[in-house]
C-alpha cells in the first residue's frame, strides 16, 4: 500500500514559473526521496533528504522536511519544458530498507 | 555512478506464455533487489525483495507462484511472469540495493514494457 500521498496529483504551469508539490507520509522513516520520471521511462533520483535535516537545496531544486507534519516538499524554481515529468516521493522507513512511493505529481511546463 | 539494466526493455508477448525479466547491477554487487510494477499514470507498487541466495520476500496481494524471483548472484535478479494474461501488462521496473554512507541508496533499471495479448 502506498504510504505516501501527494499534492496536487497535476500541475500546469509556464516556463519560468515555480513549481512546488507535497508529500504526506504516514510513519517514521530514515529518509525521504524524490525521483522523476519521464513518460514511460525509468526513475531519476533527484534529492535524498534525511530524517534530520529540514531543507536541502541541489540546483534549481529545493526540499523542505517537516517529520512533525510528516510532509515534504519539492520546488522547483525557474521552470523549464524539460521539467515536464512525472514526479514521486518515496520514504524509507526507519528500519528496513523498503521504499514506499507517494502518488505521484504530474507536471505540465508550457513554453 | 551506480548502474543496473534490465532486459528487455519491452516484451510482448501471447497470453499464457511465460516472460522472464533481468535485472542486472552492473558495477556493484547488490545483496538486495526489489521488482516494482506500475501501471499507466499510477505510482510504483513494489511487489517483492530479493534476497540473493535466498527466498524472495513477496508483498501482500502478490502471487509468489505467478511471479518467480531467482536472485542467483549478487548482480542478477530474475523476475519471471508465469502464465501472463492481459491483466499483467504494465511496466515492470527493479532497483538494486548498495549499503553506502548516506544510507540504503537504491538504483533504479530503465522498466520493461510488458504487454499480453
Known amino acids: 500500500s502506498q504510504q505516501g500521498e501527494e499534492d496536487p496529483q497535476a500541475l500546469s504551469i509556464q516556463e519560468g514559473e515555480n513549481a512546488t508539490m507535497n508529500c504526506s507520509y504516514k510513519t517514521s522513516i530514515n529518509n525521504l526521496q524524490w525521483y522523476r520520471q519521464n513518460s514511460g521511462r525509468g526513475l531519476v533520483h533527484l534529492i535524498l533528504?534525511?530524517?534530520?535535516?529540514r531543507e536541502k537545496h541541489s540546483g534549481r531544486l529545493r526540499v523542505t522536511l517537516d517529520t512533525s507534519k510528516k510532509s515534504s516538499s519539492l520546488l522547483i524554481t525557474a521552470s523549464r519544458a524539460a521539467d515536464t515529468a512525472s514526479y514521486f516521493c518515496a520514504t524509507l522507513k526507519a528500519a528496513g530498507n523498503k521504499l514506499t512511493f507517494g502518488g505521484g505529481t504530474r507536471v505540465l511546463v508550457k513554453p | 555512478g551506480a548502474v543496473v539494466s534490465q532486459h528487455p526493455s519491452w516484451v510482448i508477448c501471447k497470453s499464457g506464455t511465460s516472460v522472464k525479466i533481468e535485472c542486472r547491477s552492473l558495477?556493484?554487487?547488490?545483496?538486495?533487489m526489489f521488482w516494482y510494477r506500475q501501471f499507466p499514470k499510477q505510482s510504483l507498487m513494489l511487489m517483492a525483495t530479493s534476497n540473493e541466495g535466498s527466498k524472495a520476500t513477496y508483498e501482500q496481494g502478490v502471487e509468489k507462484d505467478k511471479f518467480l524471483i531467482n536472485h542467483a548472484s549478487l548482480t542478477l535478479s530474475t523476475l519471471t511472469v508465469t502464465s501472463a494474461h492481459p491483466e499483467d501488462s504494465s511496466f515492470y521496473i527493479c532497483s538494486a540495493h548498495r549499503s553506502g554512507v548516506i544510507g540504503n541508496e537504491q538504483f533504479f533499471g530503465p522498466g520493461t514494457r510488458l504487454t499480453v495479448l
Open positions: 533528504i534525511r530524517s534530520n535535516e
Open positions: 558495477d556493484f554487487q547488490a545483496t538486495t
